[in-house]
């Protein structure tokens, strides 16, 4: 499998120390090489995995004309190895050429690179936590593809919304159900349900920690995300302006770390320095590496004034760059 540019550049650097280490060894010197070069290879290594979010990219596929075929290329151009699809920029082309043959390509296109799939944001597929029964069995009918979707292309995890009518009364019934009745058939495929705070109740994060634990399986989990802790606005879910945050958005991705099967860093912009001017990158690291996490971090960037290339490179170097200096 390919490695990730940044990983062989100090890939590269660690072979020279070694051998360096070996030429000390023959000249008498052993003592003195060993200690510096084994803190090297700590600090080169991350404690996660990373992959690159579709999201990213949205206003290429969306607004520019280009194909998110190219998707997989684009990732692989920029030295990730492991990919995150979202369902609603293939609506297009499934309306043209028909689900199986857009989940076909996909696959296809992540062979040709060698990208490890990761998991699909899946959007505009119906609200599993809606008070309606049966739009909300719908919801769930219409997501089961979705699932068997990640199952061939090798992903592990399907995330969903989980709106609702944002009244946390019937919520808290509403999102247990629809959650149970999909994670049960992602079960048979072994395939994680996961919920990431995407604004209105889904990121009040007690609550959605309490319907997750009345959920109760395993496969049933979380994909925090760095932003998105708008709990109410003016018009809908994502218009208008925003009039209820999360109060700790640091505390809230505590909480949802126990049940998380991803995490997301999300990006918006960029300080002289290359510091993320909304969130603390280092404190929310270090908060998801003293949970014990270990899995795979996706860059969304979703920024305005960097072009989404250069918003996925300074996201993606932040990461690296605060992971040496985390305890």
């Known amino acids: 499998m390919k490695t990730n540019n940044i990983f062989l550049k100090r890939f590269q650097i660690i072979i020279l120390l070694f051998l360096l ?78 689900f199986e043959t857009v989940i076909d390509s996909l696959k296809k296109e992540s062979e040709k690179y060698g990208l490890k799939n990761n998991l699909i944001m899946v959007d505009h597929e119906g609200d599993l936590a809606d008070a309606d029964l049966t739009i909300r069995n719908q919801a769930v009918e219409n997501h089961k593809k979705w699932v068997d979707a990640a199952q061939k292309l090798g992903c592990q995890a399907v995330r969903v919304n989980t709106f609702g009518n944002n009244d946390p009364v019937i919520w808290a019934h509403t999102v247990v159900d629809g959650l149970k009745k999909l994670s049960e058939y992602a079960a048979t495929k072994n395939i994680n349900i996961i919920c ?116 996925i490179i300074a996201t993606r170097e932040l990461l690296f760059k605060v992971v040496q200096n985390l305890k």
Request: overall charge negative; hydrophobic content about 35%.
């Open 21 to 98: 280490v070996f030429v000390g060894c023959i000249n008498g010197k052993k003592e003195d090489n060993k200690e510096i070069t084994t803190v090297e290879i700590e600090e080169a290594k991350p404690f996660f995995d990373l992959s690159l979010a579709e999201w990213s990219l949205h206003k290429r596929f969306n607004e520019e004309g280009v194909s998110p075929f190219e998707f997989a290329r684009i990732a692989d151009s920029l030295g990730f190895t492991t990919i995150e699809f979202v369902s609603q920029l293939y609506t297009n082309q499934i309306k043209e050429l028909g």
């Open 196 to 311: 990431e705070n995407h604004g209105w109740l889904s990121s009040d994060v007690p609550k959605l920690m309490a319907a997750l634990d009345a959920v109760n399986m395993t496969n049933c989990g979380t994909l925090p995300d760095f932003g998105n802790w708008c709990i109410k606005r003016t018009e809908d879910k994502f218009g208008g302006t925003c009039v209820e945050l999360y109060p700790d958005k640091y505390e809230g991705v505590k909480l949802m770390l126990p049940k998380a099967k991803g995490v997301s860093a999300k990006s918006y912009d960029f300080d002289e320095n290359g510091n993320e001017t909304t969130i603390d990158y280092a404190k929310m690291l270090q908060i998801v590496k003293d949970a014990g996490f270990s899995g795979i971090i996706g860059v969304e960037y979703e920024g305005e004034r960097l072009s989404e290339l250069e918003g």
